[in-house]
């Protein structure tokens, strides 16, 4: 886990794949920069754990909605200032405004936060609460939270909408009972390990536990034991009105079809009792792709800049690809004598301008991007330094190695000059 990004507690049940946290951001005031914000979990290069993404509580309980900020300076005379403006709204669905939840409309993002001297990606959490109705209501009731404003172009191949997520009101009246995900099929490559399909316990007592079975669906049978497996082994505790149904996904060698495991829930069940899952060949052959978030393009950076020391890649891959599992960055030194050098894991090394040297990258959850961190560079103003070019590249589960390299997106060449010393 990368150390420094600033963290929010979560105060409710923290799902599709949240990591509970501690601290939080001071708020800074604004500057000449502007970063993006998301809903978190809503755009990441990886697939989340979770089956879908939502956010849920009990009535009468709190959910809590988490907006992660991406530093964008671009004024580097104070890198430690993001001025981003995140909006949002509540829209009512399934579930009453001012009965089931409260409505929230309109409150300001967190901005970036210098952490250490650096300014790390930062997360706001936004807390909605539930209604406690006291009368037996159905299982799961529905509104949404969505993202407005000043949104970045960001285009996701998973989500209809990458900008707003569902929140479920699970309702504690009425006889014990359980429900799945409403109107909800899932989906996942077989790249990824596993997945998570949610249950609902609902009424009161909720359940402590649900019975439920996997077969294959007949149209296009998934076969146990080769390509998925039953880790929960038929029955799921249920915590805090959730559990997790945990399917395990075997990532054979095999070019095939889509392949489907129907799940029923057992007992007393309030709305669908079942529901598919469909396993997504991997064997595929079109390559993902990256994108730097710095360093930019044509840029010069001074020396003391954090993100010439911090790399940053967002990755993407097709829709129902095999899904992007790491990413790699290459640095070039080139001289004004028209030579190169690369950045290797034991330091720069003198070689051919073409032969990349590609590094891995760690990836941070937080900021749901990968990054590569290095020491301070030396400046290419004013020395035998030209300037410096980095490229990244995406790898997907199925051994697809991104190739193509654009500039001012995988492909950047940017400057470093040196800091003014002050006067005495």
Request: net charge neutral; aromatic share 8%; hydrophobic share 35%.
């Amino acid at each position: 886990m990368r150390p420094g990004p600033v963290r929010v507690l979560l105060t409710a049940l923290a799902l599709s794949g949240l990591v509970p946290v501690v601290g939080q951001a001071p708020a800074r005031a604004a500057g000449a920069c502007t970063g993006t914000f998301h809903a978190k979990g809503l755009l990441t290069g990886f697939q989340p754990l979770v089956g879908s993404l939502f956010y849920a509580a009990r009535e009468g309980g709190t959910a809590t909605a988490i907006i992660a900020v991406t530093p964008g300076c671009s004024d580097t005379t104070d890198p430690g200032i993001d001025d981003v403006s995140v909006q949002f709204v509540t829209e009512p669905g399934s579930a009453t405004p001012g009965q089931d939840y409260q409505e929230k409309n309109g409150q300001p993002g967190q901005l970036c936060a210098d952490v250490h001297g650096q300014c790390a990606p930062a997360s706001e959490n936004i807390t909605v609460t539930m209604g406690l109705q006291g009368t037996e209501e159905p299982a799961v009731e529905a509104f949404r939270f969505r993202l407005t404003g000043t949104i970045p172009t960001v285009t996701s191949p998973n989500l209809q909408d990458p900008f707003s997520v569902p929140v479920y009101v699970i309702d504690a009246d009425g006889p014990t009972r359980a429900a799945l995900e409403p109107g909800t099929a899932y989906s996942r490559s077989e790249t990824f390990a596993r997945i998570l399909i949610p249950v609902f316990g609902a009424g009161n007592p909720a359940p402590g536990s649900v019975s439920y079975t996997l077969t294959p669906d007949p149209s296009a049978p998934a076969t146990p034991g080769q390509d998925y497996q039953d880790l929960t082994g038929g029955s799921v505790p249920i915590t805090n009105g959730v559990g997790y149904i945990n399917i395990g996904i075997v990532n054979d060698k095999l070019g095939e079809g889509p392949e489907n495991v129907v799940v029923t829930l057992s007992g007393t069940v309030d709305g669908p009792a079942s529901t598919t899952f469909t396993i997504l060949d991997n064997e595929e052959s079109v390559k993902p792709t990256s994108r730097f978030h710095h360093p930019r393009h044509k840029w010069r950076y001074k020396k003391s800049d954090y993100r010439i020391r911090e790399f940053h890649v967002f990755t993407q891959d097709n829709q129902g690809g095999a899904g992007v599992v790491a990413a790699e960055i290459a640095l070039r030194r080139n001289l004004k004598n028209g030579k190169c050098a690369w950045l290797t894991k034991g330091g720069w090394k003198k070689q051919d301008c073409q032969n990349r040297e590609w590094l891995p990258t760690k990836y941070d959850d937080v900021g749901e991007l990968f990054y590569y961190r290095m020491k301070q560079l030396k400046s290419s103003v004013g020395t035998k330094i030209k300037n410096y070019t980095a490229f990244s590249r995406a790898i997907d589960g199925a051994e697809n190695v991104e190739n193509d390299f654009v500039k001012k997106r995988n492909d950047n060449t940017f400057e470093i000059k040196r800091a003014r010393k002050k006067r005495r």
